[in-house]
């Protein structure tokens, strides 16, 4: 089973909303990531947490805030947001563990729109 | 810096093979994986190298050159149901906990597969 499962599929806010987004996995994996994804753009790396613990944050801003209550499950509460921050949300899970089975697996995403 | 460059658009015709070449240029590596995206949909693993070589798996093959830095991913037999952004994508940065290793992802190749 290689499955990553999102909630939910699609979320619309306003700018003073805040909002939770929820992935889940139970593939064992120790490594956790969010992506942004814009239209016709590549996923762009947020957070990752690597045994439950904030490994990366790239210069994401402070309205974005990741949460990883435990190894199988991983939040991105939203606050604040700007309507640019419509995207595609993508979950990703792998083994943690490097080599071949740190391949990446990614949830169906939460399709944002911020108005 | 980290870069990876493929076609941005390649159209084919069904049946027929098409080759989707990647060259990257990243500060680590630690091997180069394709995914597959429909539209509105997510990333999907489709293959990884970790050395040089060909990797088989149905319809779709992929080669890595470590000494060219160089990569492709070969479509056989082409569907409609191939038409499809594909992501060349390099394990570069190790992640500070565990062995976890960052993806960098290049700018996507838009298949299109006419009848």
């Known amino acids: 089973d290689t499955e990553v499962t999102q909630t939910p599929k699609h979320l619309v806010m306003g700018m003073t909303n805040k909002k939770s987004l929820k992935c889940e996995q139970h593939?064992?994996?120790?490594?956790m990531y969010w992506y942004k994804q814009k239209a016709k753009k590549p996923p762009e790396l947020m957070f990752v947490y690597s045994y439950e613990k904030l490994s990366i944050n790239e210069s994401v801003p402070s309205r974005f805030s990741p949460e990883c209550p435990n190894s199988s499950l991983l939040n991105l509460h939203l606050h604040a947001l700007q309507p640019e921050d419509s995207a595609l949300y993508l979950c990703a899970s792998s083994q943690g563990a490097g080599g071949p089975g740190d391949t990446q697996y990614f949830g169906p995403g939460t399709r944002l729109t911020v108005l | 810096g980290q870069s990876l460059e493929q076609p941005s658009e390649v159209t084919a015709v069904e049946g027929a093979i098409v080759q989707i070449n990647c060259t990257y240029q990243?500060?680590?590596?630690?091997?180069l994986s394709w995914y597959q995206q429909h539209d509105g949909g997510a990333p999907t693993f489709l293959s990884y190298?970790?050395?040089?070589g060909l990797e088989e798996t149905g319809r779709f093959s992929s080669f890595l050159s470590r000494s060219d830095s160089y990569g492709y991913l070969l479509l056989q037999e082409l569907q409609m149901k191939d038409s499809a952004s594909y992501f060349c994508?390099?394990?570069?940065?190790?992640?500070?906990?565990?062995?976890?290793?960052?993806?960098?992802f290049g700018s996507g190749t838009q298949l299109t597969v006419l009848p």
């Open positions: 994508a390099v394990r570069d940065s190790e992640i500070s906990s565990g062995s976890a290793r960052q993806l960098t």
């Open positions: 593939m064992g994996h120790r490594a």
């Open positions: 190298n970790g050395l040089d």
């Open positions: 990243t500060s680590g590596f630690y091997g």
